[in-house]
Each structure stands twice: as structure tokens, then as C-alpha cells.
């Protein structure tokens, strides 16, 4: 279909709902601090997991040099370093286990909540241990150990997900604060014998390291709201908001290989618009961006959430459409080229623009056993080049469609 443009003056044409604000071509969106990562820094954050699993055993590994060597001298006569012995060896126990679950792909959503709040519970358990077998002040005026709470705050950036980094934040305040409780009502904390073994009680510091582990946490939300923009602007077009090329690559191999798994068929959509170069020569750039920008409207608004949808280049898209059959996706592909030939574009001297596009489908299976992303590209590709020399304004779904 060519881009016929016509004078109507007294018609309006409609405009389909946006999904996206122009705020996309200024950077990436404001999203809720409490949800769900994006699906690829979710990815990043499973990698982060099982970073932070590795460096947890390496670490609880060599601190127990210290409290073995510790207790060795002391021939197990010192209630602080037996405790200290135990609890890190149980936390050894614990990261070993937890590193070996991540090693054998056992990955779960919540294993990055339950993780993070066991790193902190560990540091609050051994300070815990200091009140039984020292003194009440010895649990809450612990320098080193309560230092660890830092560390831990700092892991639960590398799960990219804010929520974690609050949770874990709110618990480490609430389980350090609940000690300090405990042992201001435990008894006089400025007891001459208390404070010697122990240091001087004094509640401001303690107070300070609340807020301390507050502003730990806020620096690790800001951390990951500040990759979660990075990422977006890194694997998104800043015209349209859909997903660039360099993200859809990505996404398609990772797509291929569940496929393949799986044995599920899987749907790729090669879409062009049609004469798009015409449209820029006649009506300018800013036109053209406003063609892109409705198309990419529409599409998102037709897809499923579990399909991807790309600016490929220019005028092209494409469409990946996990668990459909080739048929199945020709259907939606041709339902979505209708809709976007019935919502016309008025330009800014009053003109409607007609908008359409062509398109060439391609399937693992009904293509036969594609195992190649690149081959898979290649026959949708072909596709669209035979809709486009048939007069465009068409879906082709395989080689011999007419």
C-alpha cells in the first residue's frame, strides 16, 4: 500500500491508545521502587546470586581460620571464641549448601530474598551468641562483627533487585535493634566490670549505627535503580521504547535454547513499513519518527507479555513469539498489520497519513528443525522480501504464500 496522503479537513483520525510517554526519548522511565527487576537484570541478578554464593563460601572458609585458631589456644576454655567457632562454622555449612543448590540450576525467585536475609540473620546471630557468653555490651559494642552487616548490604546489590535491598536493610536495623533492646533491659550497661570488658556504653553510637546501616541500605536501592536505568537505556531504542537489536539478539539465542529444551514451537516476525522513505521525503523526519512511534504503540499494545518486540533498524521490527506455531503467529502478525492500516496518522498540516506494513514469518518447527538464530532470521527475512515484491501490505507465513 503506497502512502497515500489526503486532504480531509473536517475528519479526525483516530489515534490508538500510547503505551509510552515521550519521556522515552529523554531517558528511561520512572518505575516503582518496590517491583519486579526487569527481565534481563532479573538474569544479571541470578548471575550476581551465584556470585555472591561463591565469594560467601570463599569467605566463611578462611574466616574461620581465625575463630579455630582462636579456639585452639584457648583450648575451648573461652565461651567468646567457641561461639564465635560455631556460628561461623554453621554459616560455612549453610553457604556451602546454598552453593552447591545455585551450581545444579536449583534457582528459585525467593532464593535471593531468603540469601540476603540469611547473610545479615548470621552477623545478628553471632552478636547474639556475645550476649549469652560474654556480657550484653559485648553483643552490641562488637566493631568487627558488626561490620559484616556493610558486607551484606553490599551483596544484596548484586541480585539487581531494590525490593531485597530493602528487605535486608529493614532487617538488619530491626534485628540490630532489637539486641540493643535486649540489652538495655538486661541490666546496667555501665557497669564499671561491663564497660571494662567490654567498652563504655554510649547510646548515640549505637544510634549512629542504625543510621549507618540505613544510609547502607539506601546507597544499595540507589545502586540498583541506578543499573535498572542503565540497562534500560542500553537494550531499549530511545525513539520507540521497544527493545533494540543488540537486546533482541540476545534474547533469541536464550529463546532458541528453552525452545529446543522444551521441544515448543517458536514464532519470529520480520516486519518492514511500507514505503517508509517516501513518507520521510515527503513529510520530513519528525513525520516518519511519529509513523515509527505509532507502530511501535500498537505492537506493544497487541503483543503478550512473554513475546519480545524489537526495533530491528530503520523501519524494520521484528517480533519473537515463544511457544507459537507458525500458523498461530501468521494470524496475529496479519490481526496486527490491520490494525495499524486503520489507524491513520494526521500530520500537522491536516493531512492523514495511511500507515501499513509487510511481513515474513518463520518457525522452528514448522520450518523444519532450526536450531540457528541466525537461519531463523534468514527465512523470515526471505519472507518479507517476497511479501514486499508482491505489492507489499501483506503477511507472508511461508514460502509459497501468494
Known sequence: MSPDVTQEPTETAPRPPRRWSNSFTKGAPKTPVWSAPDPALAAAGIEGEYVVARVRLV????????????????????????????????????????????????????????????????????????????????????????????????????????????????????????????????????????????????????????????IATLLSVSIVRRAQRLLYL????????????????RALVSAMDQATRDKTPLSLALIDVDHFKQVNDQHGHAVGDRVLEQVADLMARSMRRTDIVARYGGEEFVILLPNTTRDAAYHRIEALRREVSDFPLRTDDGRVLRIDFSAGIAATQADGPIIDPKVLVDVADRRLLAAKRAGRGRCFGSDDAS
Open 59 to 214: 569467605a566463611m572458609l578462611l574466616l574461620l581460620i581465625s575463630p579455630t585458631y582462636s579456639l585452639l589456644s584457648s583450648r575451648g576454655e573461652d565461651a567468646m571464641h567457641v561461639a564465635g567457632f560455631v556460628v561461623t562454622l554453621l554459616s560455612a555449612g549453610v553457604s556451602l549448601a546454598i552453593f552447591f543448590r545455585l551450581r545444579n540450576g536449583a534457582w528459585r525467585p525467593w532464593i535471593g530474598f531468603a540469601s540476603s536475609a540469611f547473610d545479615v540473620s548470621m552477623v545478628s546471630l553471632a552478636l547474639t551468641s556475645f550476649y549469652f557468653v560474654a556480657t550484653p555490651l559485648n553483643a552490641i559494642n562488637s566493631t568487627v562483627t558488626f561490620e559484616m552487616y556493610f558486607l551484606a548490604l553490599v551483596a544484596t546489590s548484586l541480585r539487581y533487585d531494590a525490593r531485597i535491598c530493602m528487605v535486608v536493610g529493614g532487617l538488619a536495623i530491626t534485628q540490630y535493634g532489637a539486641l540493643w533492646a535486649a540489652a538495655a533491659a538486661s541490666g546496667d550497661l555501665k557497669a564499671v566490670e561491663m564497660t571494662m570488658r567490654a567498652g563504655p556504653y554510649i547510646p548515640i553510637d549505637l544510634f549512629t549505627r542504625l543510621i549507618l546501616l540505613g
Open 234 to 249: 542500553a537494550s531499549h531504542d530511545r525513539l520507540t521504547g521497544l527493545y533494540n537489536r543488540g537486546h533482541f539478539d
